[in-house]
Every structure is written in structure tokens, then in C-alpha cells.
């Protein structure tokens, strides 16, 4: 929004500001949605993944194949889980070294 400038232009600049000071936090916000998604989507990997001998062999392919499948598609995925990998199971770091490869 652009408001009327006074003969020094002072409301010209303060509007330029608030409006990029605006794109800023809604970048910020958008960004932070993103890192949520993933931390979410990661960490239910993760949590299926640790349940592994609980799962019969055949469903438990239908899984990895969905964890292989997500972390193909979602290159800031498997970014965030690379950049914490140490929050993650040793075996959910070899689906992803998989996918690495």
C-alpha cells in the first residue's frame, strides 16, 4: 500500500519499508511451514520405521517404498532430514542413504 508522500517523501519510504518488512514475515512464516511439514512427515517415517519387526514383511515393503517415494519427490525433506540427521534412528538414515545413492 503506498500512501501519499509529503514534500519530503517521508511516507513514500516508511510505506516501502512496512511493505517489505510485510513480504519478510509472511516469507518467514511461509518458510516455517514448510520446515514444519517436514518435521512432521519425517518424524512419522521415522516412527514406522522403528516399528519394523512389528510389521509383517509385505506391508512393511508398502511402507518403505512410501518413505523411498517421499524423500525422491521432496528435495527440502530429505535436506531437513539430512541436516538433522542425529534426531533420526540409524534405520531411517539407511532408507535415506538408499535414496542418496
Excluded at 511439514?37 to 515393503?61: F, G, S
Amino acid at each position: 500500500m503506498v500512501i501519499s508522500a509529503n514534500i519530503f517523501g517521508d511516507f513514500i519510504i516508511y510505506s516501502k519499508i512496512t511493505t517489505i518488512k510485510q513480504l519478510f514475515i509472511s516469507y518467514k512464516y511461509k518458510l516455517f511451514d514448510v520446515v514444519k511439514k517436514n518435521l512432521v512427515i519425517a518424524n512419522y517415517c521415522d516412527n514406522v520405521t522403528m516399528q519394523r519387526e512389528n510389521i509383517p514383511n509385505h506391508v512393511w515393503q508398502r511402507w518403505k517404498n512410501f518413505i523411498i517415494g517421499q524423500l525422491e519427490i521432496s528435495t527440502e525433506l530429505k535436506k531437513f532430514m539430512l541436516e538433522y540427521k542425529d534426531w533420526y534412528s540409524v534405520e531411517m538414515f539407511d532408507i535415506l542413504n538408499e535414496v542418496q545413492n
